[in-house]
């Protein structure tokens, strides 16, 4: 719209009129609730990355004997999926993308 634009002229001509609501607005802020102040939690992340850093260490721990992450992300390039060391390494990176894609969808 250019600035002659005889309806842009209307309409902030109309905006700028104050609509008399006799008190209504007032009454309407005064009743809700306080707003809660947000707290930035540092437990909630925490909690998330320690589940997933133990998790991790238990996937290795009971991990057949002999099973090595850098030999299962080296199964799984030549396409040997279902090795002892390639379904650790698998299930160690599905922890962490479980616990990122909880930290991204945290909306706090």
């Not at 104050?18 to 809700?32: H, K, M, Q, W």
């Not at 004997?65 to 990176?93: K, N, Y």
Request: charged share 15%.
């Amino acid at each position: 719209m250019t600035p002659d634009d005889p309806l842009d002229r209307l309409l902030r001509a109309d905006a700028a009129r104050a609509i008399p609501d006799e008190g209504f607005t007032r009454r309407v802020l005064v009743s809700l609730p306080a707003a809660h102040p947000v707290r930035a939690g540092w437990w909630k992340p925490a909690l998330i990355m320690g589940s997933t850093m133990l998790g991790s260490v238990l996937a290795m721990v009971f991990a057949p004997e002999g099973t090595s992450l850098v030999q299962g992300f080296i199964d799984i390039m030549h396409s040997r999926v279902f090795t002892s060391a390639a379904l650790t390494g698998l299930a160690t990176c599905g922890g962490l993308l479980i616990s990122a894609l909880v930290l991204a969808a945290d909306v706090d």
